[in-house]
């Protein structure tokens, strides 16, 4: 089944803190790992993305941890800040076919300031 | 901005209306993907299309149907409307739907109520 989960559906942090939010999946046909942030009233944009093949991937205060044996991923936001208070969903690509994504049911942060 | 343009930004219809949503791909993209984001179902992947041809199917609904045209703009038509279809429908697209990694980039969305 093609699906991932996602949580905690929401999340309160206080600024400075860290924001951890996690993904896991049960299909081992993903080859792509893509976390989008939404603010309100505009689309999801790329945040950062990880490949199967690599168990952590860093840009700036944003780092996915992967693992892969646990079919487990998850976005950590170090240092969070009110600026980062959005709306995070975590993606899977299917290679089965043609590639189309799978997305996360979302997780909402606050970060307090 | 994405680069990826909608149309229009709100609509507000009533039950067994139809409708037709726009988008407009960035330059150069020739995919372009669909999907529908409700308060309680999140992002769900409606329908892909790659350079005028269908490449990919999601939980797309019957009364629902999509098409690119060749000038590779997309339009999603919504028709029997009833009142769970209203959402926020995305619109994205990238470079090419076989290239490893490609990225996907979306349009600010249109939001539907459906009344």
């Known amino acids: 089944q093609q699906q991932v989960k996602q949580s905690p559906q929401s999340l309160i942090v206080q600024k400075g803190g860290i924001s951890i939010i996690n993904c896991a999946y049960e299909n081992t046909a993903f080859d792509y790992f893509p976390w989008y942030q939404q603010f309100p009233g505009k689309g999801p944009a790329l945040l950062i993305a990880?490949?199967?093949?690599?168990s952590e991937k860093k840009e700036g205060r944003f780092t996915i941890s992967f693992n892969k044996s646990a079919k487990q991923f998850s976005l950590h936001i170090m240092d969070s800040q009110p600026g980062d208070s959005a709306t995070y969903f975590c993606?899977?690509?299917?290679?089965?076919?043609?590639?189309?994504?799978?997305f996360g049911t979302g997780t909402r942060l606050k970060v307090l300031a | 901005d994405s680069g990826v343009t909608q149309t229009p930004k709100h609509l507000i219809t009533a039950t067994g209306q139809r409708v037709t949503l726009r988008c407009s791909p960035r330059?150069?993209?020739?995919?372009v993907y669909w999907y529908q984001q409700s308060l309680d179902q999140g992002l769900q992947f409606l329908i892909q299309y790659y350079n005028g041809e269908e490449r990919a199917k999601g939980n797309i609904l019957e009364r629902f149907s999509a098409q690119q045209f060749p000038d590779l703009h997309s339009e999603l038509n919504l028709s029997s409307l009833e009142l769970g279809d209203s959402a926020l429908y995305f619109c994205?697209?990238?470079?090419?739907?076989?290239?490893?990694?490609?990225?996907?980039?979306f349009g600010p969305g249109t939001r539907l109520t459906v009344l």
């Open positions: 330059s150069g993209d020739l995919s």
């Open positions: 993606a899977a690509r299917t290679t089965s076919g043609t590639y189309k994504y799978i």
């Open positions: 990880i490949r199967p093949d690599v």
């Open positions: 994205a697209s990238s470079v090419t739907s076989s290239v490893p990694y490609n990225e996907q980039f």
